[in-house]
């Protein structure tokens, strides 16, 4: 019983650490303008800024 729960906690760690080390190196993926362009593309579907607008501040975070 004992072998069985020592390797139990072992492998809790184990994926608790693999856990961790996914999750810090997915949030790194993303490209720093997407959260600007997200907004963007959500005030353009709210109604808050015109097409005209929206194309104009596009262009401007893709360069």
Known sequence: MGGFMMLAFWGAVIALIVFLVLRLR?????????????????????????????RH???????
């Open 26 to 54: 997915d949030n790194g993926t993303r490209p720093p303008d997407s959260d600007a362009q997200e907004a963007l593309r959500r005030r353009f579907a709210n109604g808050e800024i015109d097409e005209e607008e929206f």
């Open 57 to 63: 501040r596009k262009a401007t975070l893709d360069e």
